[in-house]
């Protein structure tokens, strides 16, 4: 029985298994993940009782879909993303709603890596598209006679490793489905900018912006494909790791009070056209920091343990998963491991919920999580040459075993006492 009331058949656990791989950085792939996100069905609640009352094969069904369960764990809304996705959702809005035809104000998401940068954007330029598609009959209103009948409100493309301007503008090209076989830079850069006009984009997303590397002989092609691009119709969100030392923009200090990204004034001696360029993007970017979570105040405690208590009620373990995650020394425990890093949470708790599955325990522990190791492997879409692959706190692990009792042979133990008479 799942929940105490439905019966539970091989045909139940159908929905965990996965359908063809999902590329957002294709349009086709795009539209699939926006309209089926959300669609899993977790595993159902069993007790241990049930469990048992279940044959052989259910019961290894029900493992399987357990797995597909913490493997598939749903994005955790925390109040730092909840604030990166307000922003990029108001400045996609402000310009998609603009009759101005002035430059649009885009964001720049900076932050570490697997902290929920690409989700958190993506899911706000998701919420977008829907709503602008309802709003349009899901039809470009403003299409030519002749263009291609592909609205495409989103574009989303992730640069390459050790990319460079040519290989930026053929990824979103290819997002569209666009030849560009054999083209010379300025003429990508125009087939860019018509691509993204014809198939009525609002907001491109260019994640992993950072991978673009400032090199001498290429900077200067890197801020002009930036400048291009900001004159084109359309919202861009720049996601990367580092961005205010990438050199995209001029060396700059964090407000420690209001969280914003401070620049000081460029001066006019020495001042280089690439200097000039990175000014120009201060102006027309907002940047913004997808932060971990901290652990230095109350209300950062308080935050982190309900960001656990959450995860808490995604997991599928036979034991009873409240206050698992939430209370004792496991929230200090976890941050110590994760260092509030969400992505390396979710990889933690996925391994250690295989274990409990494997071992019987079906229970969560220091003892336990300290058997998992989170290791770089984990995360192979973080190139770790661009700075994207987070620090990873070792396992301190606690030895059970006894200290060697000190040799007391040679102690004095004072005078002797005469026995009582």
Request: glycine share 8%; charged share 25%; net charge negative.
């Amino acid at each position: 029985m799942s929940n105490g009331s439905m019966p539970v058949t091989s045909s139940t656990y159908v929905s965990f298994l996965p359908g063809p791989p999902l590329d957002r950085t294709r349009w086709e792939g795009w539209q699939r993940w926006g309209s089926t996100r959300g669609h899993f069905v977790p595993a159902p609640v069993l007790t241990a009782r049930q469990y048992t009352d279940l044959t052989p094969r259910q019961r290894r069904f029900h493992d399987l879909h357990r797995l597909a369960t913490h493997s598939s764990l749903p994005v955790q809304s925390t109040p730092m993303s909840d604030a990166v996705a307000w922003t990029v959702q108001a400045r996609i809005e402000d310009g998609a709603f603009s009759h101005k035809a002035g430059t649009r104000t885009g964001v720049m998401v900076n932050g570490g890596g697997a902290q929920g940068k690409t989700e958190t954007v993506c899911e706000a330029a998701a919420s977008f598209e829907e709503e602008w598609l309802d709003l349009n009959n899901h039809v470009n209103p403003d299409a030519m006679p002749g263009t291609r009948d592909l609205v495409a409100p989103v574009a989303y493309v992730r640069c390459p490793v050790k990319a460079t301007p040519i290989s930026t503008c053929q990824r979103i090209l290819d997002f569209y489905g666009e030849d560009h076989k054999g083209m010379r830079l300025e003429d990508l850069v125009r087939t860019v900018n018509t691509a993204i006009v014809e198939h009525a984009t609002k907001a491109l997303v260019i994640d992993d912006i950072t991978r673009l590397k400032l090199h001498r002989e290429a900077d200067q092609d890197v801020l002009d494909l930036i400048r291009e691009m900001m004159s084109m119709p359309v919202t861009l969100i720049l996601v990367g790791v580092g961005i205010p030392l990438s050199g995209l923009l001029r060396d700059g200090r964090r407000d420690p009070v209001t969280k914003q990204w401070l620049f000081p004034p460029v001066k006019d001696r020495g001042r280089s056209p690439n200097a000039d360029a990175a000014t120009q993007h201060e102006r027309r970017f907002e940047l913004v920091d997808l932060d971990p979570f901290s652990y230095d105040s109350p209300d950062q405690v308080a935050a982190w343990v309900s960001h656990l208590r959450a995860v808490e009620g995604s997991l599928r373990l036979l034991n009873d998963t409240e206050g698992m995650l939430s209370t004792g020394t496991m929230p200090e425990y976890l941050f110590d491991r994760t260092n509030g890093v969400v992505g390396l949470l979710e990889k933690l708790i996925q391994r250690g919920c295989r274990l409990a599955i494997q071992d019987g325990t079906e229970r969560l522990t220091p003892h336990a999580l300290n058997q998992c190791a989170v290791s770089p492997t984990d995360l192979p879409d973080l190139d770790p040459d661009s700075g994207e692959q987070p620090t990873i706190p070792p396992v301190k692990k606690t030895s059970k075993r006894k200290t060697k009792g000190r040799n007391t042979v040679f102690d004095d133990d004072g005078p002797l006492t005469e026995p009582a008479v």
